[in-house]
């Protein structure tokens, strides 16, 4: 079964405002992972923050973590068309290398 | 740095055919990761290695399924006969290091289609 699972499954903004995708998760973690994939595209990393942080920025990206609630949040601020893709979570399942992807979430920003 | 080279990029076979995927991880790198992407069951992993080692094949769907890391340079993932439920892509994808904390980074991807 999935470890991480994202939501919503779509999203479609207007460029300008603020994307906001969630992951929920099973087991605990040692850490988390946003990665991205642009269409016909191999996925590619994006932020990665540790059960022992809460939020963590990178450029217009910010990520939270709840781990009382096994739950993250993936903001993007001030999207731009060039933001559309898929992105996905990722766990690594109680520490091992093994990283487990949810089915992602697909967002379209309109120009 | 030339990244995760997958080959092919596409392919398409008949149904029974085997059919042999390809990859190079990143020079130094000491993991390897085979993943499997279809629209209803999202991204998979299949199996992965350490230093050339198989770790875990416990996402392996068959006995079709078969993948071999014979150096740090090079690894397959082979099936036979294929089936057209075999139709995805597959990601072959490498890690520095052997803990959980580092940046996997995928190749491009080999479409397969089987008719």
């Known amino acids: 079964s999935q470890q991480g699972e994202e939501d919503p499954q779509a999203l479609s903004i207007q460029e300008g405002e603020n994307a906001t995708m969630n992951c929920s998760y099973k087991t605990s973690i040692n850490n988390l992972q946003w990665y991205r994939q642009n269409s016909g595209r191999g996925l590619v990393h994006l932020i990665l923050?540790?059960?022992?942080?809460r939020e963590k920025h990178s450029g217009r990206l910010r990520v939270t973590l709840d781990t009382s609630k096994k739950s993250s949040s993936l903001l993007i601020t001030a999207s731009r068309a060039a933001d559309t893709a898929s992105y996905f979570c990722?766990?690594?399942?109680?520490?091992?290398?093994?990283?487990?992807f949810g089915k992602g979430t697909k967002l379209t920003v309109n120009p | 740095d030339a990244g995760v080279i997958q080959s092919p990029r596409h392919e398409v076979t008949e149904m029974g055919q085997e059919v042999t995927l390809r990859c190079k991880p990143i020079s130094g790198h000491n993991s390897l990761f085979w993943y499997r992407q279809t629209m209803m069951r999202g991204l998979e992993l299949l199996i992965y290695?350490?230093?050339?080692?198989?770790?875990?094949d416990s996402g392996m769907p068959e006995d079709r399924f078969s993948a071999k890391m014979p150096n740090a340079s090079f690894s397959t993932l082979k099936i036979q006969p294929s089936e057209p439920r075999d139709s995805a892509v597959y990601f072959c994808?490498?890690?520095?290091?052997?803990?959980?904390?580092?940046?996997?980074?995928f190749g491009e991807g080999s479409w397969l289609t089987v008719v």
């Open positions: 290695f350490n230093n050339n080692v198989p770790i875990d």
């Open positions: 990722a766990t690594d399942k109680g520490g091992s290398e093994k990283l487990v």
């Open positions: 994808a490498s890690s520095l290091g052997t803990s959980s904390g580092n940046t996997i980074y």
């Open positions: 923050i540790r059960s022992n942080e």
